[in-house]
Structures are given as structure tokens and as C-alpha cells.
């Protein structure tokens, strides 16, 4: 199965040893960003992945490609435009303080990105799946228009579309609003993932609560198969419905399930009880990835499907930076475990 993900690549800079973004003088760099999170753990796992972004034809846009290239992205696709890269700054979570994000993306090389820059047909030659984000709606309009040609040209041709719903609340500032534009994104899409308060967000129906504080908590698959019922009326063309649920009990002790919802039933897995959490960036992506590489792989079992979703998420937690570097094999060590 060849896929293709679709978004911008950001220049992540951290601190050590748990410092403010105020303190010391030295900054740690790497890239992420959602979809390229996404498109890394798929390679990862053995998919043939290809990457479609817009880089800066500049000696930073050229090592992004060649750091993409390195964990096996397929890069021939890429627009080069713009004059930098989107950046954001991440300060840690310890102890009892929060993590925070600060972000610089306006007037970045995907800001300015627009419809007709990127030959779909070309990008989409000889691919079965399409992988989107709402993070690209809400980048500016000419991102989101640029992201509606893509999902309508692969819809045309007959891909598989996955969307993960991925609602940042501080990018939505060129006037159009997030309840109207992913829902429109969602229409397109075979396979949905979002967490409570995205799912939240784009249906209206207030979240369930999940406050695992350990791995023997109850999930109230009565409550998410109503849910998911009423939500599944609204997107008639999605087929799998899959949230992922984080309990932050700490900043450093996380519970981590996850329920889907296949039109007819709905699936319900374990709980990751996880202490201490290394990096937690880059989580949901995982889940994502690992759920359509193992839907790929065997389609029918979406229980084991689910269950796969988790552990690969889970393991993301213990790797720093926004990567996801777990391998298949590691991914099914951690599921023996667990079964």
C-alpha cells in the first residue's frame, strides 16, 4: 500500500534539563509537526510513504527534506516557495508545572501555500491512501483551499482518505471557524480519529468523561456507542470512527485507551498506565498512524486493530521529539505483553 500525508513540517526548539524558555542560552532543534509525525511512524512501520509539504528553498528547508528522506519519506513532491519555515518553542511539563507551546507559523513557506501549486494527480499516481489534517484548514484560507483540492482530487480518484480532526484552537485566526470548516473536511473521509474534545467540537454532543487514574477503570462503551451512532449520521461516508482518550493525571503520568466505532458496533481496548512520560508530543499522531497501518494490513479485525492503535501510541510516549521511532516488531513485543 503506497500513502500520502499531507502538511507543514515544523523547526521544533526545546531547552534542556527542563528549563523555561526563559532560561539559559542554548535551544535544541528538530522537526515535527502533526502530519509529518504521522507520515515518519507509517515508514517506520513499513508503509511506502510519500510526503507532500511546502519547504523554503533555503539550507534549512533542504535539511528538513534530507532528515525526511533519512527515516524513508518518498520527498518528490514537495513545493519549494516561501522564505522560512513555520517554528514553534516547547517548554517541558515537570513536576506540577504544564507544558507550553508557543507558536510562529504566520508567513511561513505552508502559510502561503495555494491551490494549483501541487500536481495532485501526479502526487496521487499509483497511491490507496490519502492522509489529511485539520491542522492545514486552520493554518490560513489559502491552506485550507489548498487542502480541499487535495482530499476532492483524491476523492475523485478513488483513495482511501484518513482524517485526523487535530483542532488547534490557536491557529484559527484568519476568520473562518473550526465547527464549519472540519466537518466540510470530514465529509471526504473514510476514516475519522480525533480525541474528546475534538470530537466534541465538530458533533456538538458534550464529551465523556474519562478519568482513569490507573489501568482497571471502566469504559462506558453504552455511553460512546450512543455517541457514535448519533455522529455517524452526520458523516455517511466514514466507515471507522476512532478517539483516542488521555487521562493527565500528572504532567508526567498519563492513562491512555481508546474506543472505535464501525457503524454496526463499537470497540473498546486496555489502558496504558503510563509513568513517567517522556515526550508526549506526537501521541495522537501515533495512534493514527498505527491504526491505518494495521487496517491496511488486515482490514476485517478491528479489534486487534484498536488494540495495535494503543500500544504504538503508547510507546511514542517514551520517545523524545515529535518521531514516533517504534518499529512493528516493538509495537507487537508491547501487545504480548498486554494481552
Known amino acids: 500500500m503506497r500513502i500520502v500525508t499531507f502538511g507543514e513540517v515544523l523547526l521544533r526548539f526545546s531547552k534542556d534539563s527542563h528549563m523555561r524558555l526563559s532560561q539559559g542560552n542554548v535551544m535544541n532543534a528538530n522537526f515535527g509537526g502533526s502530519e509529518a509525525n504521522a ?43 516561501g522564505e522560512r519555515m513555520g517554528t514553534y518553542y516547547f517548554e517541558d511539563s515537570v513536576s506540577i508545572r504544564s507544558p507550553h507551546i508557543v507558536y510562529d507559523r504566520k508567513g511561513s513557506a ?28 486552520a493554518v490560513s484560507q489559502d491552506a485550507a483551499d489548498a487542502t480541499f483540492e487535495a482530499v476532492q482530487t483524491a476523492d475523485k480518484m478513488g483513495l482511501t482518505i484518513a482524517c485526523d480532526i487535530n483542532y488547534r484552537k490557536n491557529l484559527w485566526n484568519y476568520g473562518a471557524r473550526a465547527q464549519e470548516v472540519l466537518p466540510e473536511l470530514m465529509q471526504y473521509s473514510d476514516i475519522i480519529f480525533g480525541d474528546a474534545g475534538e470530537w466534541e467540537l465538530v458533533s456538538g454532543l458534550p464529551r465523556i468523561p474519562f478519568k482513569a487514574m490507573d489501568s482497571n477503570y471502566p469504559i462506558d462503551a453504552e455511553a460512546y456507542t450512543e455517541m457514535f451512532s448519533r455522529i455517524a449520521e452526520r458523516f455517511p461516508r466514514c466507515k471507522k470512527f476512532i478517539l483516542g482518550l488521555r487521562n493527565e493525571i500528572s504532567t508526567n503520568h498519563h492513562t491512555l485507551s481508546g474506543v472505535l466505532y464501525d457503524r454496526k458496533r463499537l470497540f473498546t481496548t486496555h489502558i496504558y498506565d503510563i509513568n513517567p512520560v517522556i515526550d508526549p508530543m506526537g501521541v495522537g499522531d501515533a495512534y493514527l498512524a498505527a491504526y491505518l497501518h494495521a487496517h491496511l494490513n488486515r482490514s476485517d479485525d478491528d479489534q486487534r486493530n484498536l488494540d495495535f492503535a494503543l500500544a504504538g501510541s503508547a510507546l ?24
Open 39 to 81: 507520515a515518519v511512524s507509517l515508514a517506520m512501520l513499513g508503509n511506502d510513504v510519500r510526503y507532500v509539504t511546502c519547504l523554503p528553498n533555503n539550507d534549512i528547508g533542504k535539511a528538513c527534506k534530507m532528515r525526511l528522506q533519512e527515516l524513508g519519506l518518498d520527498t518528490k513532491h514537495i513545493h519549494w516557495g
Open 110 to 137: 505552508f502559510y502561503s501555500l495555494k491551490p494549483g501549486m501541487i500536481d495532485w494527480q501526479k502526487a496521487f499516481e499509483g497511491v490507496d491512501v490519502f492522509h489529511c489534517s485539520g491542522i492545514t484548514c
Open 316 to 339: 511514542k510516549n517514551s520517545v523524545s521529539g515529535d518521531f514516533n521511532l517504534s518499529t512493528e516488531e516493538e509495537i507487537e513485543d508491547l501487545l504480548a505483553l498486554h494481552s
